[in-house]
C-alpha cells in the first residue's frame, strides 16, 4: 500500500471527553467484522503505527428505502413509467446523502479530538475525508490493524472489525480501510499460470497451434459456415444460433456498446484485423473508442495472458454490433490497476469519494466522473461474494441500480467454475475460510447483486448442430450459478425461483448452499461459452467461459436497442423485470450441470435454473417484445 509523508500528531482524548461522547452518542457497537482473510492473504506484522494514510467515512445514501421502487418503475413492463429514464443529476440528487448525516458524522469526529480543518467532505459526494495517522483510527474506532500480505506479495492494511457509536451507525454505510480486501492483485510471474493472482476474474484459456493450414482454416470456417459449430465457434454459429442474422441496424449513431477491461489486458490492432479477415471483412480496419479511467492505458505486449481478454470480448462485440460504436473502457494503469470502483467512480463522479486508496487506486486526478455510460455495459470480471463485506457490497450495488435508472444495461459474466468460487475454490462451513477442499458453494459476485444482468455459458453438444438444443457448458468452463448468501431475492425473480424449489429442489442441504428459496439467484440468461474461436498474438486459438458469453449477450441486447432508438423509443436499460416477465423469450436449456464443491453442482431443468437461467437469446422473439409487437425488418444469414 501507499503512505503518504505528512504525519498527525496523535490526538489523545480524555477519559472525561472519552465519558461524554459515549453519554451523547450511545455505546460503540460494531459496525463490520470479519472472521478471516480472504483465501491467499495472511497478516505479516511490523505497520508502523505512526503512518498516515487516507480515511473515508462512506455516508449512508438518502432515499434507500425508495431505490428498488423507483427502479421498477422505469424497468417494468407493466409500469406507465416504463422507459422514462432518470438524468445523471437527477439521481445523484435523489441518493444523496442528508444534512443530518453529514452533520452526525462532523459531530463525531471533531467530538473525538480532531479539528475541524482536517475534516473534507463535497456535497453531494458521499465521504468524510480524513488523512490520520493508524493510532489515531485505532483509538477511534476501538480496534486494531496489522499489515496483510497476498500470496503475490501484495501489502495491504487492514483490520479485522471495527466499532462506532451506536448514534452514528446508521449515518454510515462503511469506512475505509477497514476490514475490505477488494484490493488489486499484481499478476504473478509463473507463466503456467497467468490469471491466478487476480482477483478480479478468471479465464480458461486453452492457446491451440492449428494442425491444418491457414486455408483448410478458411474452408472450415467459411464454406462450411456452422457444420463445425461442436468444435469451434465462430461468429456464424452465433448467428445461427441465435438468429439475429440479417438484422439491419437504423440507429448505430445514436447507439452504444461498453466492453470495460483492467490494465493489464489489452488486445492488438493486428489480431483485431486478422479476426475480421476471417470473419467479418466489414469491421477490418475498425479500432474501438479508448476511454482512459484512471490512468487506463494499453499495454505493447504479445503474451497471450494479458491478450486473451480484451481479444476476445473485442473481437465479437465489434463483429456483432457494426457499425454500432464500442468503447473500450480501460481501467487503471499497469503499476496501480484498479478494481470496479475506479470504473464506477469514472463514470459518476458523486462515486469518487467512496474510493478507498488502499483498496481501490487513487489517481492524481482521478478520473471523476470523465467518462460517459454506453447504453449497454459488459464486464468479464468478478469477485467471491464472501471475500468482500456485505456493507461494501450493497454500496458497489446500489451504483449499478442507479445506472439502471440511467437506462443502462449493466452485464456481469456468472463465472466458470460452477457453484464453487474463482478458481475453484468453496467455503468451509466450520470456519468460513475460502479452500479448494471446502464443501460449501461460493457465489459470485457481482452476478449476486439483483441490479445487473448476470449471464451464465452454453455449449453445443459434441456432435450436434446448431439445430439443436444447447445445454450448460461443461467444456473447459462450467458455468456460474447459484443463490446469494447476502442479497435477498428481487420481485420480478421471485415467481421462477419459486417454481425452480417447487418442482426441481436441489439435493444439497443448507449446509452446502442457501437454501431457503430467499435469496438472489443467478444467473438470469446465458449464450454460448465454448471454444471460441480468437486471434490472439498473431494466431488463432480457442478460448472457453462466461467471458465469451457476456459480451455476445451484451452485443444482442445492442441490437435490441437500435430497433427502439430507431423507432423514437428508449433504450431497454435494466432488463430483469422485463425478461422474468417474458421467459418466452429464450431457448430454455434442459441439460447439463455446474459443477464444483465435490458436488455435480445444479442440473439445468425447464424454466428457470441456477446453471443457464432463462436460457439463450431468441433475438427475432426478443425484437418482438422487446418492440411492442411492431415490425421490424430482420432474417436469418448464415453467410459472412
Avoid at 458521499?126 to 477511534?140: F, K, R
Avoid at 451507525?169 to 475505509?176: A, G, L, P, R
Avoid at 476471417?278 to 476511454?291: A, C, H, I, Q
Amino acid at each position: 500500500m501507499r503512505f503518504l509523508p505528512l504525519f498527525f500528531p496523535l490526538l489523545l482524548l480524555a477519559t472525561a471527553e472519552g465519558a461524554s461522547i459515549t453519554h451523547r452518542l450511545g455505546s460503540y457497537t460494531t459496525h463490520e467484522a470479519r472472521r478471516h482473510a480472504p483465501s491467499g492473504w495472511s497478516k505479516r506484522g511490523g505497520l508502523n503505527k505512526r503512518a498516515t494514510i487516507p480515511v473515508r467515512i462512506n455516508l449512508k445514501q438518502g432515499n434507500l428505502n425508495q431505490a428498488e421502487k423507483l427502479l421498477m418503475a422505469v424497468s417494468h413492463p407493466d409500469s406507465p413509467n416504463y422507459g422514462q429514464h432518470y438524468s445523471a443529476k437527477e439521481v445523484a440528487d435523489l441518493f444523496a446523502p442528508s444534512r443530518e448525516s453529514i452533520d452526525a458524522v462532523k459531530d463525531w469526529l471533531i467530538s473525538a479530538g480532531l479539528h475541524p480543518h482536517r475534516l473534507q467532505y463535497s456535497h453531494p459526494k458521499g465521504a468524510v475525508l480524513v488523512d490520520m495517522a493508524i493510532e489515531e483510527i485505532e483509538d477511534l474506532l476501538q480496534t486494531e490493524y496489522d499489515i496483510y500480505e497476498h500470496e503475490s506479495g501484495q501489502p495491504h492494511v487492514a483490520c479485522d472489525s471495527y466499532s462506532v457509536p451506536q448514534a452514528i451507525q446508521n449515518h454510515i454505510d462503511f469506512i475505509t480501510p477497514t476490514v475490505h480486501f477488494d484490493a488489486k492483485v499484481a499478476k504473478r510471474d509463473d507463466s503456467d499460470q497467468p490469471f491466478k493472482a487476480f482477483n478480479i476474474g478468471d479465464l480458461k484459456i486453452s492457446f491451440i497451434t492449428p494442425k491444418i493450414q491457414f486455408a483448410n482454416l478458411l474452408d472450415i470456417f467459411k464454406q462450411q459456415a456452422v457444420k463445425n459449430c461442436d468444435k469451434q465457434t465462430t461468429p456464424a454459429c452465433l448467428q445461427a444460433l441465435y438468429g439475429y442474422g440479417k438484422y439491419q441496424q437504423r440507429a448505430s449513431m445514436e447507439n452504444s456498446l461498453g466492453i470495460v477491461e483492467y490494465t493489464p489486458q489489452s488486445y492488438l490492432p493486428t489480431d483485431l484485423d486478422l479476426f475480421s479477415n476471417m470473419f467479418s471483412n466489414e469491421t477490418k480496419g475498425y479500432r474501438p473508442d479508448l476511454v482512459s479511467i484512471d490512468g487506463g492505458v494499453l499495454i505493447n505486449t504479445t503474451s497471450p495472458a494479458n491478450l486473451v481478454e480484451s481479444s476476445l470480448d473485442l473481437q465479437y462485440a465489434i463483429s456483432i454490433v457494426y457499425p454500432t460504436n464500442t468503447t473500450l473502457y480501460q481501467v487503471g494503469d499497469p503499476v496501480k490497476r484498479a478494481s470496479f470502483n475506479n470504473f464506477l467512480g469514472g463514470l459518476d463522479a458523486t462515486y469518487c469519494e467512496a474510493l478507498d486508496p488502499v483498496h481501490d487506486a487513487v489517481y492524481s486526478p482521478p478520473s471523476c466522473g470523465s467518462a460517459k455510460p454506453t447504453n449497454v455495459i459488459s464486464t468479464s470480471y468478478s469477485y467471491n461474494e464472501a471475500d468482500l463485506t456485505l456493507a461494501y457490497e450493497q454500496r458497489q450495488c446500489m451504483e449499478y441500480m442507479k445506472l439502471g435508472m440511467q437506462g443502462v444495461t449493466v452485464i456481469f459474466s456468472s463465472g466458470d467454475y460452477g457453484v464453487a468460487g474463482s478458481a475453484g475454490v468453496c467455503i468451509d462451513p466450520a470456519t468460513g475460510n475460502r479452500t479448494v477442499n471446502g464443501t460449501r458453494f461460493n457465489p459470485s459476485f457481482p452476478s449476486t447483486c439483483p441490479y445487473v444482468t448476470s449471464i451464465g455459458a452454453t455449449q453445443v453438444n459434441n456432435g450436434s448442430s446448431v439445430y439443436e438444443p444447447e445445454s450448460a457448458c461443461q467444456q473447459h468452463a462450467f458455468s456460474g450459478g447459484g443463490f446469494s448468501n447476502r442479497f435477498p431475492i428481487p420481485d420480478y425473480q421471485k415467481q421462477a425461483v419459486g417454481d425452480y424449489f417447487a418442482k426441481y429442489t436441489p439435493p444439497y442441504t443448507a449446509a452446502q448452499y442457501n437454501n431457503s428459496g430467499a435469496t438472489r439467484g443467478y444467473p438470469d440468461i446465458s449464450a454460448n461459452g465454448a471454444n471460441y474461436v480468437v486471434a490472439v498474438a498473431g494466431k488463432f486459438g480457442m478460448v472457453a467461459g462466461t467471458s465469451a458469453s457476456a459480451p455476445v449477450v451484451a452485443s444482442i441486447l445492442t441490437l435490441i436497442n437500435d430497433a427502439r432508438l430507431a423507432a423514437g423509443q428508449p433504450t431497454i436499460g435494466f432488463i430483469n423485470p422485463f425478461i422474468y416477465a417474458h421467459p418466452e423469450m429464450f431457448n430454455d436449456i434442459t441439460s447439463g450441470g455446474n459443477q464444483g464443491c465435490g458436488t455435480p453442482g445444479f442440473t439445468a431443468v425447464p424454466g428457470w435454473d441456477p446453471v443457464t437461467g432463462l436460457g439463450t437469446p431468441n433475438f427475432p422473439k426478443m425484437l418482438d417484445k422487446f418492440m411492442g409487437g411492431k415490425d421490424v425488418t430482420l432474417g436469418l444469414s448464415l453467410s459472412l
